[in-house]
């Protein structure tokens, strides 16, 4: 009987030996016992295997010659707070093991007392993977920000701002660009909707809505021209926007996401090139270039509906002495005074051109369908253009002369385009002759040409 006792008794203590190693030994974690002078006095096998050693090398060793030396301070200022505070201590730090490369080590110390003396447990777990990740998302998130800060640069240099309008809470999230183009402070945030229309010009507004609209419910295109009249006040800005539809899987409308740049600068560009090309940079009238243009318009013009019209060339007489005592400040002030004059004498039909020096041409189109009537529009015009051209003309003098008072007249000449007339330069030449005949017959004249043409015909 006793003898069956003492083997179930060695029964059960093998059991609990073989719980313990499982629990114990085998844990998933490391457990270290240290010493109250940080000796290590036990370890499990799994802490034994993160350190890198045998037990019998780890044993009475110090614990803090397993951390790595750029942390042992960190580690020694948590077990003073333990001891002192009496409070579990949770920190991570880099450990040493063995010859290996270091890693990082999650630890959490308690003290408890055995025996009358005070110990330091420490539960030690392997974090390098969780490391490694966290260093990877800390460097995708700084990567991340780098290309946002890059974006915002690239939006204000190129003046181009991202938007995205939300369906279900119908705000739209804008750049930091984005805002500044409508006029809000220039911080990426969201508005509602109804906040950036309303700085959509009214001639515009429709237009954009209903594009929105389309690329909402039916996929239509959104792409478009508008003005901004920006929330703050600072001037309208002509814009260029471009979205798309993003949609779940059902293809239900999320999200409408787009772009949107200030073309201002653009336009005036495009505007100052097609200045150059087609007016004259002095007085902003049409240069010889856009006059032959349209010539070519009113002859078109002129055989649909059978109707006259007339050009009007003329020269100013007397001008270069005008140059000659007062420079070419004085003449360019003349020649922007009679561009004025001449634009107050004609219709907003006509076109006046300057086509190069102190010479004029002027256009007159949607005449009368009979010629007489026509001729006299025509030398009705001609004669309001004398006249006002005739009057004496008061230039600034600069800052210490005096106003200058200059008499200038013009040299006119007037043909009649018949609607069968189809050669542009044949007028022009034409209508110069008749200039040159008014200057021989002593100038501040007109001279008009009707039948050049028809004694021309064979």
């Not at 508005?191 to 515009?204: G, K, N, S, T, V």
């Not at 809505?209 to 006040?233: A, C, M, R, W």
């Not at 055989?303 to 009007?312: T, V, W």
Request: hydrophobic content about 40%.
């Amino acid at each position: 009987m006793q003898n069956e006792e003492l083997r179930q008794a060695q029964l059960s203590l093998e059991h609990q030996r073989e719980s313990y190693f499982n629990l114990y030994e085998m844990a998933p974690v490391g457990y270290v016992s240290v010493s109250a002078q940080g000796l290590i006095l036990n370890a499990n096998l799994t802490a034994i295997k993160l350190l890198g050693d045998s037990r019998k090398n780890l044993i009475s060793r110090r614990f803090s010659q397993c951390i790595a030396t750029q942390h042992q301070d960190s580690y020694y200022l948590r077990i003073k707070r333990l001891m002192e505070k009496r409070q579990t201590q949770n920190f991570e730090l880099q450990m040493v093991a063995g010859q290996a490369r270091p890693f990082w080590a999650s630890l959490i110390a308690s003290v408890v007392k055995t025996d009358g003396d005070e110990e330091i447990r420490i539960v030690l777990s392997d974090i390098s993977e969780h490391k490694r990740n966290e260093l990877a998302l800390e460097q995708s998130e700084r990567t991340l920000r780098i290309s946002q800060q890059q974006m915002e640069i690239i939006q204000s240099i190129s003046a181009t701002g991202s938007w995205t309008y939300n369906l279900v809470t119908k705000e739209i999230w804008g750049s930091a660009e984005g805002m500044h183009i409508f006029g809000f402070p220039a911080v990426a945030g969201s508005l509602p909707i109804d906040r950036f229309q309303a700085c959509i010009a009214e001639q515009d507004r429709q237009r954009v809505h209903q594009s929105l609209t389309g690329l909402i419910n039916e996929g239509g295109k959104y792409d478009l021209e508008f003005t901004v009249i920006p929330h703050d006040g600072s001037p309208a800005k002509i814009t260029h926007s471009v979205a798309t539809l993003e949609t779940d899987a059902q293809g239900k409308p999320l999200k409408v996401l787009g772009f949107v740049q200030d073309i201002t600068k653009t336009r005036m560009m495009e505007e100052r090139v097609r200045q150059l090309a087609f007016l004259d940079p002095l007085t902003s009238l049409p240069n010889r270039r856009l006059l032959l243009d349209r010539m070519g318009q009113a002859l078109a013009a002129n055989r649909r509906s059978e109707a006259f019209g007339a050009l009007i060339y003329l020269d100013l007489d007397n001008f270069k002495p005008l140059n000659d005592q007062h420079g070419h400040g004085a003449g360019d002030m003349l020649l922007m005074e009679v561009a004025l004059r001449l634009n107050s004498c004609v219709r907003a039909v006509d076109t006046v051109s300057r086509i190069g020096g102190d010479e004029f041409v002027v256009l007159l189109g949607d005449l009368a369908a009979q010629r007489a009537r026509a001729a006299e529009q025509a030398n009705n015009l001609a004669e309001k253009i004398r006249v006002a051209l005739a009057r004496p003309y008061q230039l600034p003098g600069g800052v210490e002369s005096e106003a200058i008072e200059h008499r200038c007249s013009a040299s006119i000449g007037v043909v009649l385009i018949e609607p069968q007339h189809q050669s542009v330069e044949g007028l022009l030449k034409w209508a110069d002759a008749a200039m040159y005949r008014a200057k021989e017959e002593g100038r501040n004249r007109i001279t008009f040409m009707m039948e050049r043409r028809a004694q021309q015909r064979p």
